[in-house]
């Protein structure tokens, strides 16, 4: 009932900066939490950050105050601000939205991913 579709992803040297934007859409009333994950090859699904509807942000400690989640609640998108990337952060990284549906019923959704290499 609900797509989340990912850009902005590729690839970056050591240091550089890549912004990942989410837009939400389909059957939504309001889009409540959302945030960002990442999977590494060889390792599980880790949280990156969340944002709530009223701008509350939570990072995981190994982001280091490097990335910053931002959402335009008029667009039903979150963004995802990646400065001085290391090699350690390539990964896939994956949109998940909360959305309450039109019928009032609430899920969580997943994006499909989108790939962010760090290399030189």
């Known amino acids: 009932q609900v797509q989340l579709v990912e850009s902005g992803g590729g690839l970056v040297q050591p240091g550089g900066s890549l912004r990942l934007s989410c837009a939400a859409s389909?059957?939504?009333?309001?889009?409540?939490?959302m945030g960002w994950y990442r999977q590494a090859p060889a390792k599980q699904r880790e949280l990156v950050a969340t944002i709530s509807s009223g701008g509350s942000t939570n990072y995981a400690d190994s982001m280091k105050g490097r990335f910053t989640i931002s959402r335009d609640n008029a667009k039903n998108t979150v963004y995802l601000q990646m400065n001085s990337l290391k090699p350690e952060d390539t990964a896939v990284y994956y949109c998940n939205a909360d959305v309450r549906h039109i019928a009032r019923s609430r899920s969580t959704y997943w994006g499909q991913g989108i790939q962010v290499t760090v290399s030189s």
């Open positions: 389909g059957n939504i009333f309001e889009v409540h939490a």
